[in-house]
T-cell receptor
């Protein structure tokens, strides 16, 4: 597969517990934010997005929180499952810059049974 | 099931050789991105296209890398000559991105390049 073996911060979480993954973004002008999940050997996959005029958005088992004051984004996963083990990336974009999508450094989540 | 297709999935080559990676974006998508993923740098944006026109290739080493979209169904990333530091996984992603809809990107499975 395409496992890159990234040197990343790792979050270990017990199956069934909630996970919180944090991300600091760089551009205060960014107007759209996305969380991606990358499983070993695969390309990143869209999880959830949020626009800059919102501070919270919920999906199925996932919630994204946006704090523009401190340029912070978080992803909460409820009742974490083994299938949630992956690397999670936040990404930011700016429509005025042609929707150029820039990724953060990533966090590895390991779910312990 | 629409998907972004990348070829080759794996490529091992020797330093100095030319490498061409290909990407077939999802039909109807107007934006194509090339990213490089390495152990140290995470996901780096190399270049991206809107309606086949290059929008930004500032992330790409110009002396050896080139990216093109000969038509709407094919994007290419070429490295000539390749160097060991180019070893990485190269991802192509496509999306339907408009002024009103920032949309989501769909990634291919990646091309793992090893330059010896």
């Amino acid at each position: 597969g395409e496992s890159v073996g990234l040197h990343l911060p790792t979050l270990s979480v017990q199956e069934g517990d909630n996970s919180i993954i944090n991300c600091a973004y760089s551009n205060s002008a960014s107007d759209y934010f996305i969380w991606y999940k990358q499983e070993s050997g695969k390309g990143p996959q869209f999880i959830i997005d949020i626009r800059s005029n919102m501070d919270k958005r919920q999906g199925q088992r996932v919630t994204v929180l946006l704090n523009k004051t401190v340029k912070h984004l978080s992803l909460q996963i409820a009742a974490t499952q083994p299938g949630d083990s992956a690397v999670y990336f936040c990404a930011e974009t700016l429509k005025a810059a042609g929707n150029k999508l820039t990724f953060g450094g990533g966090t590895r989540v390991l779910v312990k049974p | 099931d629409a998907r972004v297709t990348q070829t080759p999935r794996h490529k091992v080559t020797e330093m100095g050789q030319e490498v061409t990676m290909r990407c077939q974006p999802i039909l109807g998508h107007n934006t194509v991105f090339w990213y490089r993923q390495t152990m140290m740098q995470g996901l780096e944006l190399l270049a991206y296209f809107r309606n086949r026109a290059p929008l930004d290739d500032s992330g790409m080493p110009k002396d050896r890398f080139s990216a093109e979209m000969p038509d709407a169904t094919l994007a290419t990333l070429k490295i000539q000559p390749s160097e060991p530091r180019d070893s990485a996984v190269y991802f192509c992603a496509s999306g339907l991105l408009t002024g009103a809809n920032t949309g989501e990107l769909f990634f291919g499975e990646g091309s793992r390049l090893t330059v010896l």
